[in-house]
């Protein structure tokens, strides 16, 4: 699963769906608001409809990104799932996105804690690598223990996003690191594990489901074992 564990000298973790989840879930949220805009969309049917968006914005925008962008594309992903509420980009959007910035909406999974305790004690610095927006610092060090990273990437600080090569090599050029001393554990097997490799990282995949086919930790607190 790693090429060369003795000689990674940074682990970063992808923040979504590795480190920290929303609490109730992005689908719960847009569906409350929703309704308060008069939207009769039901939970399901809203978490389909923002998969697909976020696929397709992914696609249609490709990689390159920055603080306006990242707003005016979730603005249209707000606007997507919900075609029946009039200018859904508007106060329904800026409901939205001021509720994600609050880490007080944001969990960190159960793993995480003791994971990173033991990293730690390795003494491997800790850092996050995430597509997200400027809103990502400050929930990051209002959580124990992200709190304690030791480097903050996120896209739009960046300026492009997972999986594009930029997003590695930009990052590894302010660490003044070789790629290969460089580790990423994420959950997307495309934007982290494939990603980083494909950019000459060390990666590992997260599926805490146990249902991938690739080479996978069903946990983080499998990660130490792999260093050691």
């Not at 919900?82 to 994600?100: C, E, M, S, Y």
């Not at 990282?201 to 997260?206: A, K, M």
């Given at each position: 699963m790693l090429t060369a564990p003795g000689s990674i000298r940074v682990v970063m973790l992808d923040a979504v769906g590795t480190v920290i989840y929303p609490r109730p879930s992005a689908a719960e949220?847009?569906?409350?608001?929703?309704?308060?805009?008069?939207?009769?969309l039901?939970?399901?049917?809203?978490?389909?409809?923002?998969?697909?968006?976020?696929?397709?914005?992914?696609?249609?925008?490709?990689?390159?990104?920055d603080e306006a962008r990242e707003y005016g594309r979730w603005k249209t992903i707000v606007t997507q799932v919900?075609?029946?509420?009039?200018?859904?980009?508007?106060?329904?959007?800026?409901?939205?996105?001021?509720?994600?910035a609050q880490a007080e909406h944001w969990c960190v999974y159960d793993d995480v804690p003791a994971a990173w305790a033991d990293l730690e004690a390795l003494g491997l610095p800790i850092g996050i690598a995430s597509n997200f927006d400027a809103r990502l610092p400050p929930i990051c060090n209002q959580l124990a223990p992200l709190d304690r990273h030791q480097h903050l990437f996120y896209s739009s600080r960046v300026g492009v996003a997972k999986p594009h090569p930029n997003f590695f090599h930009t990052i590894q050029q302010t660490l003044d690191l070789p790629a290969h001393a460089i580790l990423l554990v994420g959950d997307d097997v495309r934007n982290d594990f494939l990603g980083a490799a494909e950019?000459?990282?060390?990666?590992?995949?997260?599926d805490r489901t146990g249902t991938s086919e690739l080479p996978a930790i069903r946990s983080l607190r499998q990660l130490c074992k792999l260093l050691a």
């Open positions: 949220v847009y569906a409350t608001h929703g309704r308060k805009f008069g939207s009769r039901d939970t399901e049917t809203i978490a389909d409809r923002l998969q697909e968006s976020l696929q397709q914005l992914a696609t249609d925008c490709g990689n390159t990104t919900f075609d029946d509420v009039p200018d859904a980009g508007g106060t329904l959007f800026q409901n939205l996105w001021h509720h994600f950019a000459g990282w060390q990666s590992v995949l997260l």
